[in-house]
């Protein structure tokens, strides 16, 4: 008789061979317990990571769009008519809607068209807050991720936008814009 079957150890022999037949249904439930909440902390990050991409990506478009209007404003001792007029009639921004492109001189209502953002009071006068104009020269703007948007910054569906603000000297989130 052999020394295994002798002392009977649980660790071997025929007893190991009844006890690993398979996983219990505990232990499955909780590995896909386990498994569910990594995926979904994993889809979290991931999509922040694609908003903030597609957020750079429309920045650093708009800044390329901003450099060639100006130059063509240098060359030509106008802005352009249109974004068509650079080369650029169907760039769309990383939502797919075209960036939009006011030239005050040309359009025609652009009062109302204006990017406006309340300008804070900091203490002075009746705490109103007064409306001002984003740019002086032309406004350029992606309408962002749920591509709607409104003139005034300070309405929900503007938040989102992707905006050239201060002449240039901003661009970026509406919603991140201190003026």
Known sequence: MSILNKHRLPFCGPNLIQRSQ??????L???MGVLAVLTLMGMGVYSHF???AKNTRAIAEIRLLEKEILEFWQTNDRLPDSLAELGHAVMLD????PYQYINFDITAGWQDMRR??????NG???GKGKSDALNEDFDLFSMGEDRMSTPDLDDGSSLDDIVRADDGRYTGLASEYKN
């Open 50 to 52: 694609i908003k903030s």
């Open 22 to 27: 398979g996983f219990t249904l505990v232990e």
């Open 29 to 31: 439930v909780v590995v």
């Open 124 to 126: 002075k006068g009746n």
């Open 116 to 121: 406006v953002t309340k300008k804070k009071n």
């Open 94 to 97: 990383p939502w797919k809607t």
